[in-house]
């Protein structure tokens, strides 16, 4: 029902699908042996921004027409919602027997999420990078091909290489390289198919964040970009430089600490990958709020830990905050001149990654205290296994 009463909302009131568009024009200058990175999506002066690599994928959209290939990507985003609920649960370990049930309701409620309704709108690809991601997360770390799908989103949409360093540095050193040599492949490919926009995209397009949009923009829910509207400024120099860094340096050493943390956290990987995901969209120079469709693998964590009071009031926060849609309604003039009061609301999405960074940090600080201390390791191993910890039996 729920979707049903999207698809009629998108058709009364319209969706561009305009990133789709441009991935569309991609295709067939792929096809047509045009310049990649010289095109300009007509009507809209938008250019590509993705490796070339990613340009060849898109190759098939070129084959049908707009209005067939909207209904194609809605359908698409559609399934794929509902596996990245699916891989989503998986990760937070959630009970086998009511996965289903739980994966159909999920999958209408999160179409409401609006880093999820914008990736639909804009007929992104959003949630194809979260299922690669999570598809790799959920196996085993004795699965020889694990590495394969986060080397695959890299070489499509460069940010997913973090999760690559975060396995690196949890000690999965074998699914770490796959997924560098699955990067590097697929790179190759990218040459060997176009190398003038290979060599173009690596060596200029890639360190030119003009060609991905305006940083101040309302629609950027990075940290930087948030910076830039405290500021009103287009360009926070060393102020959103450092920023960036602290952030970026304290969300990746709470990753790091929580993925190694399974004897004395529960859910211990699924934890350092969210954190992993939410450091790799804090520091990103744009994460558009359609990036943020980790919000599902963070609410389903959520979810699944809503039984002490504290947790639900952040389950309850994290929904109110994805749900709300607020930012759109931010006077924001491109961003600058934003009024004080309108700060937060307009940027919304950076201050609670920080704040699910700062509350897991204490959270493991407190759970190795105790294992020092002597005071609660065994019974936080006992609780873990009880609970069917995934960080557990992942590693398996």
Known sequence: MSLAVFAFFRHTHGATMVDML???????????????????????????????????????????????????????????????VYLSLKLAGWAKQHRTAVVILATGVGIWLEPVFTTFQYGQ???????????????????????????LATAIKITPGLFAVYLLLTGRIRAALLSGATFLTAALIGWAV??????????????????????????????????????????????GLAASAVVGAFGLAVAVVAG???????????????????????????????????CIPLVALLMVEARTRARQVLLGVTLVVFLSHVMWAVPHRWG?????????PGSLYPPLGVAVLVVLGLRV????????????????????????????????
């Not at 930087?224 to 009103?232: E, F, I, S």
């Open 194 to 239: 176009l190398p003038d926009a290979t060599w173009g995209f690596w060596t200029k397009y890639l360190w030119d964040p003009s060609r991905v949009g305006v940083t101040v923009l309302v629609d950027n829910q990075s940290l930087r970009g948030a910076v830039c509207r405290l500021l009103d400024v287009n360009d926070p120099g060393l102020v």
């Open 260 to 294: 190694r943390s399974a004897r004395v956290l529960r859910r211990a990987d699924a934890w350092g990958a969210v954190c992993t995901a939410l450091t790799a969209l804090l520091v990103s120079p744009i994460s558009w709020t359609h990036h943020w469709v980790w």
């Open 336 to 344: 600058r001149g934003v009024a004080w009061y309108w700060q937060l």
């Open 22 to 84: 441009v991935y569309r024009a991609e295709g067939e200058a792929v096809v047509h042996g045009e310049d990649l990175y010289a095109m300009r999506l007509p009507g809209w002066d938008l250019p590509a921004t993705y490796p070339p690599f990613a340009a060849m994928l898109f190759v098939p959209s070129a084959w049908f027409d707009v209005s067939t290939l909207r209904v194609l990507v809605m359908l698409l985003n559609y399934a794929l919602l509902a596996l990245a």
């Open 125 to 151: 690809v959003n949630l194809g990078i979260l299922c690669l991601v999570l598809w790799d997360l959920t196996r085993s770390d004795r699965n020889r091909f694990k590495g394969v799908g986060i080397g």
């Open 365 to 396: 600080y407190r759970a190795r205290r105790r294992t020092v201390d002597g005071t609660g390791g065994a019974r936080a191993l006992a609780a873990a296994m009880a609970d069917r910890d995934p960080a557990l039996t992942n590693r398996a």
